[in-house]
Each structure stands twice: as structure tokens, then as C-alpha cells.
């Protein structure tokens, strides 16, 4: 003799309501932190340039390259 199993009960409206409200808010959260970490790589980048190409930064008011140039 073979039973079946009985079915699962159907989810409650609210359950799935609240399960789409929790979905948003997970992706919404992902794409604020996406956009912050894409923000800061911009700026880590431009700030990278920056001093790699003597724009600005610590400067050396003797010696280097361009001595005597002070500070920016």
C-alpha cells in the first residue's frame, strides 16, 4: 500500500508579498554598494594619476625633478 504524501500548503499572499519587499530591498541595497565601490575606484584611480604624474602630493622643496617647487 502506497500513500502519498499530502501537498504542501499554498503560501499566504502576505508571505509572498512580504518575500518580493525583502527581494527589493536586497537589490537595491546591492546596487548602492555597487555604485559607492565603483565611486571609489574612480577616485582611487584619479588619485593615483595625480601623484604618479606630479599634479599633486608630497613634493620635495629641494630635490627631485622639479625642485623648488614647493608644495600644491
Same mark, same amino acid.
Given at each position: 500500500?502506497?500513500?502519498?504524501?499530502?501537498?504542501?500548503?499554498?503560501?499566504?499572499?502576505? %508571505?509572498? !508579498?512580504?518575500? /518580493?519587499?525583502?527581494?527589493? &530591498?536586497?537589490?537595491? +541595497?546591492?546596487? %548602492?554598494? !555597487?555604485?559607492? /565601490?565603483?565611486?571609489?575606484? &574612480?577616485?582611487?584611480? +584619479?588619485?593615483?594619476?595625480?601623484?604618479?604624474?606630479?599634479?599633486?602630493?608630497?613634493?620635495?622643496?629641494?630635490?627631485?625633478?622639479?625642485?623648488?617647487?614647493?608644495?600644491?
Amino acid at each position: 500500500m502506497c500513500f502519498k504524501p499530502p501537498a504542501p500548503p499554498k503560501p499566504d499572499p502576505k %508571505d509572498i !508579498a512580504r518575500d /518580493l519587499e525583502q527581494e527589493q &530591498m536586497m537589490e537595491n +541595497q546591492q546596487a %548602492d554598494s !555597487a555604485a559607492k /565601490l565603483a565611486e571609489d575606484k &574612480m577616485l582611487r584611480t +584619479q588619485s593615483t594619476f595625480g601623484q604618479q604624474s606630479g599634479m599633486y602630493g608630497m613634493r620635495s622643496l629641494i630635490s627631485g625633478p622639479k625642485g623648488g617647487a614647493g608644495f600644491y
